[in-house]
């Protein structure tokens, strides 16, 4: 420090403060002492690392109860915590039963007792029939609801008609929650052609952008009509953004997702019988993936989640390498962060960035802003802190899913987690994990507005 420069702040570990000598840090401002900090024992320090808020990943399938074979709530909070994400939201699928009814929400609840080493608030379910379940979830505690137009890929969670979303959507109106969708509709009349089901393209032609485009287009109506908050999840095409755009435009409360999938992989570099690249919808070309990025930086993207949708391996049909009959999901929660700043950093995009659509925005959408998502007094004390320069491969070894298959195994990716502090406590340090699970459940309070984020 230059002679004559201001000083803002002196540290030393002998400070005479009163008749005490303390290891302190005194606060100058205006050229006044501003005030005296104390230091603690149990200071972590991190050097020059990144000390950010911990990531808020709110669409993950944990699968717990009923498909522990494919996740639960121990190992995908684990990953979390490994991953810097100190809020994980669940969704109401693939559980079995799935989270449609209060009864099942409660059994959810249940079984996610003293399992979760990272805090966990719930996704509802919309399904034919269960119109009268809403608001009491909504009263329970759920952070909203999802649906899908097209079939789930699981038979305990069918999708819904037209009549079936109107009556939805006058059942959350005025309640100040929010309908999320698994955005495909089955309308491409080219279904019945066949091709190589090894090939990555064969599955991809069968679907196509315009399952999304009219979709969204389903969605943007509903959402002006009723105005009720309204979230398209994981966007893989970028033809519909014009529409979502409009309909913004005209005022509708409506938000988008993309995934960390379609950010970092493309069609072209997937190969022959690779179903671990599988997920739906698909993951689209290199062109594609470029304007997603465009659509991110310009704003017409809200936010980045991982859809983490893990399986077994024999679901994946990786002896056949048949795409048709695969399961479609991607794991990908310990790796969210890391997939995204080596991509993002490489784009343009800065450290405030990543805050915003990996925390910020997430939080705001399940109504968790209060208290998640932002370093600043009263906010609950969940600290990522990370190293954007450090670079690492993903091996099976340091996964901490409960299925090790992922299509990100030997990648190099650039941004390594060195720890994850929940509410103050230290919980995942270089590998190692907190004794006990120190998550708890996040029941959101029931809001009556609709403001857009």
Not at 32 to 49: A, N, R, W, Y
Not at 154 to 172: G, I, W
Request: charged residues 20%; hydrophobic residues 40%.
């Amino acid at each position: 420090m230059e002679l004559g420069s201001t000083v803002s702040a002196v540290r030393s570990t002998r400070v005479l403060d009163g008749d005490k000598v303390r290891p302190a840090v005194v606060v100058i401002k205006d050229g006044k002492i501003h005030e005296i900090i104390l230091f603690l024992s149990d200071v972590l320090d991190v050097g020059d690392s990144v000390v950010m808020p911990g990531i808020v990943d709110c669409h993950v399938h944990v699968n717990e109860p009923g498909r522990t074979s494919w996740e639960g709530f121990w190992t995908a909070t684990r990953a979390a915590a490994a991953g810097g994400v100190t809020t994980i939201v669940d969704m109401p699928l693939n559980s079995i039963p799935p989270t449609t009814t209060l009864g099942n929400f409660h059994e959810k609840l249940r079984e996610a007792t003293g399992k979760c080493f990272v805090d966990v608030a719930f996704w509802g379910g919309v399904v034919p029939g269960n119109q009268l379940h809403l608001r009491p979830m909504i009263q329970a505690g759920v952070a909203g609801f999802k649906c899908f137009l097209i079939h789930s890929g699981v038979d305990e969670f069918p999708h819904v008609n037209d009549s079936d979303l109107h009556t939805a959507m006058k059942q959350l109106q005025g309640t100040g929650s929010v309908l999320l969708f698994h955005a495909e509709r089955d309308v491409w009349e080219g279904k019945g052609e066949t091709g190589d089901p090894c090939q990555y393209s064969t599955f991809l032609r069968s679907r196509p952008d315009v399952m999304e485009t009219e979709a969204i287009r389903v969605v943007t109506e509903l959402c002006l009509q009723y105005r009720v908050r309204c979230h398209i999840v994981h966007l893989s095409s970028a033809k519909p953004l014009k529409l979502i755009e409009e309909a913004r435009q005209a005022g509708a409360p409506l938000t988008v997702e993309t995934t960390h999938h379609y950010l970092s992989l493309c069609a072209e570099d997937i190969p022959a019988g690779a179903t671990q690249f599988k997920c739906c919808p698909p993951i689209r070309g290199s062109v594609n993936r470029e304007q997603l990025w465009s659509a991110l930086k310009a704003g017409q993207i809200d936010m980045v989640v991982s859809d983490h949708s893990p399986c077994t391996t024999d679901l994946k049909k990786l002896d056949s390498g048949d795409f048709t009959q695969a399961w479609g999901g991607i794991s990908s929660l310990q790796f969210g962060l890391s997939l995204f700043w080596s991509s993002a950093s490489k784009r343009g995009f800065q450290l405030p960035d990543v805050v915003r659509l990996l925390s910020q925005k997430t939080a705001q959408l399940c109504c968790l802003d209060s208290r998640k998502g932002c370093l600043a007094p009263s906010y609950d004390a969940d600290l990522v802190v990370w190293d954007p320069e450090r670079e690492f491969e993903i091996q099976e070894e340091n996964i901490h899913h409960k299925n090790k298959l992922t299509p990100y195994l030997g990648l190099k990716l650039q941004g390594a987690v060195r720890a994850t502090i929940l509410r103050g406590r230290l919980v995942y340090e270089d590998g190692s994990f907190c004794a006990e699970p120190l998550g708890k459940h996040l029941l959101i309070p029931q809001k009556t507005n609709q403001a857009q984020l």
